[in-house]
């Protein structure tokens, strides 16, 4: 299919507005779960078109398009920024802040382009209402919070989500990367990883450092654990298998000289398929137990810090669109890609209806900084895609093929 061009020329004609849009959106990122400005802000838009937004999930808003008989499709776009100092040296960059669970003060940036997003998904609302004649259904419409931490797709699906609205049949979304713009990326069936993250609080016995026999050192039993888990990856998954296990963090101490009662690290899971991710837990809480015993120190707390499930794209869902998107964009512009190691949590509204679900990547860069080196990928404090207008015309495209797809007429 490809989209009429009444909707591509009112696209063209607005892209000045959309471009604005994802600029305000852009300076006014908000952490996880405090999204209070944005959902505000996305509330009114929704409003002006005439619809009828309401708050889900604490920050999450949802709003649904009605237009006659037919199917229901949802469509995601998720709303929150990073604790991230912005570096991009762009004339609209973030100097926004935010407060961070444990009170710490934090700079704040869509450092995962989620501004572009919301922009996306509103622009979308707009044309699918101003060109009822195209299309005969209805449109969710899920701005989502909490992406970054896993907790809003839950927290919306928690808050009676599928009580409130129509119940659709397939749930669409997509997420900007460091590709050339223009460009589409979908996988057929695993589309990103499952991912679990982990606090280890390891217990020692505090001592001074002249007299380390009366301690237990928590340092010296925290990097043999952190040593150790290196191996699950290397001696304990198949070659065949996908498995990440990084420790990001560890905190102890607060002198040279004084050995301290504890330890803190964090540990970050990857996997794709559900039994290697049982394996690779069960073989964590193993080492890390066995190596508190080798130590004679008591078993470390396991904190879960947050839980993402694997992305999946219906085989016959992402096929059938793989199509519709070549037949807009373009053959070349739009690639069958194997799943990447990054995670996500938009996977939590199809599974939890039992109904397909599709998720995509386009690009945000021109195809010369692509080419002679991006400064910095998703989660970057470099991050600021420099082809905006064809990111976005692209997303909108994509985003309205995927849709129209299902309720066009």
């Known amino acids: 299919m490809t989209l009429p061009t009444t909707i591509l020329d009112d696209l063209a004609a607005g892209m000045d507005d959309l471009e604005t849009l994802y600029r305000e959106f852009h300076q006014m990122p908000e952490l ?77 940036m869509h450092g995962c382009g989620h501004d572009t997003h919301i922009s996306t998904g ?22 989502q919070p909490g992406e970054e931490t896993s907790a809003g797709a839950v927290a919306m699906v928690e808050d009676d989500l599928w009580d409130r609205v129509s119940v659709p049949e397939v749930a669409y979304g997509q997420h900007v990367w460091p590709g050339v713009a223009g460009t589409v990326n979908v996988s057929v069936g695993t589309a990103m990883a499952m991912a679990d993250s982990l606090e ?84 964590v809480k193993r080492i890390l137990e066995g190596e508190a015993l080798a130590s004679g120190a008591p078993a470390p ?22 199509g519709a998107l070549r037949a807009e964009l373009g053959e070349d512009a739009v690639r069958e890609t194997p799943p990447v190691t990054g995670s996500e949590d938009f996977g939590v509204f199809p599974d939890s209806l039992g109904i397909p679900g599709v998720y995509w990547f386009f690009g945000g860069y021109s195809a010369e900084t692509v080419e002679n080196g991006i400064p910095g990928g998703n989660h970057s404090p470099f991050f600021g895609p420099d082809d905006v207008r064809t990111s976005l015309t692209t997303s909108v495209r994509a985003g309205l093929t995927a849709i129209l797809s299902r309720v066009g007429v």
Request: with cysteine; net charge negative.
């Open 32 to 108: 996880s779960m405090e999204e209070h400005r944005t959902a505000e802000k996305i509330s009114e838009h929704l409003r002006g078109l005439g619809l009828e937004p309401f708050l889900c999930g604490g920050t999450g808003v949802v709003a649904e398009l009605r237009n006659g008989e037919g199917p229901v499709v949802a469509y995601r776009a998720d709303t929150d920024g990073l604790p991230i100092e912005e570096d991009t040296g762009l004339p609209y960059a973030s100097t926004a802040t935010g407060v961070l669970p444990d009170g710490t003060e934090t700079k704040v």
């Open 122 to 143: 509103l622009e979308l609302a707009r044309l699918l209402t101003e060109h009822r004649d195209a299309w005969s259904g209805t449109v969710v419409f899920l701005f």
């Open 200 to 283: 280890v609080t390891v217990h020692g016995r505090q001592a001074h450092g002249s007299q380390p026999e009366a301690s237990i050192d928590p340092i010296v039993l925290g990097a043999h654990m952190v040593t150790r888990l290196q191996t699950v990856v290397s001696r304990e998954i198949s070659g065949s298998d996908m498995a990440v296990v990084t420790v990001g963090t560890f905190h102890a101490g607060t002198k040279e000289n004084i050995i301290p009662d504890r330890a803190v690290f964090k540990i970050n899971i990857r996997t794709f398929e559900p039994a290697v991710r049982d394996k690779v837990l069960e073989a």
């Open 301 to 322: 707390t396991v904190r879960e810090m947050y839980r993402f499930p694997r992305c999946f794209n219906d085989e016959a869902e992402a096929r059938s669109l793989i």
